[in-house]
């Protein structure tokens, strides 16, 4: 019984890890600063639609996933400055053992 519970245990915080890091720098983020576009279909559709994607970006409250979702560049210096050299600006998009709780 307490092997049970202690695997029980370890799969639980395997599952709050793996959701954290989906909580961080989105998919489409980092597609674009890579110079690309998110190929999830999920992300494809949503921002046809012109929205933010509810699986990738649902806790997106940055102005990068914002400015995708409208198709447009991100307005903000630092993101420019960041995406001109392929990188993705960490004052607004933070990694997440960086983010503030």
């Known amino acids: 019984m ?21 909580a961080g720098q989105s998919c489409c983020v980092k597609a674009k600063a890579a110079g690309k576009e998110c190929d999830h279909k999920c992300c494809v ?4 639609a012109k929205k933010l994607c509810e699986k ?27 995406a001109k050299e392929h990188k993705i600006c960490e004052k607004c998009n933070k990694p ?6």
């Open 2 to 22: 307490k092997k049970t519970l202690t695997g029980l245990a370890f799969a639980v915080a395997l599952l709050v890890g793996a959701s954290a890091a989906v």
């Open 96 to 101: 997440d053992e960086k983010k503030e709780k």
């Open 56 to 82: 990738c970006q649902k806790d997106a409250s940055n102005c990068c996933d914002k400015a995708i979702a409208a198709a447009k560049e991100c307005s903000h210096p630092c993101c420019k400055d960041a």
């Open 45 to 48: 559709d949503a921002h046809k």
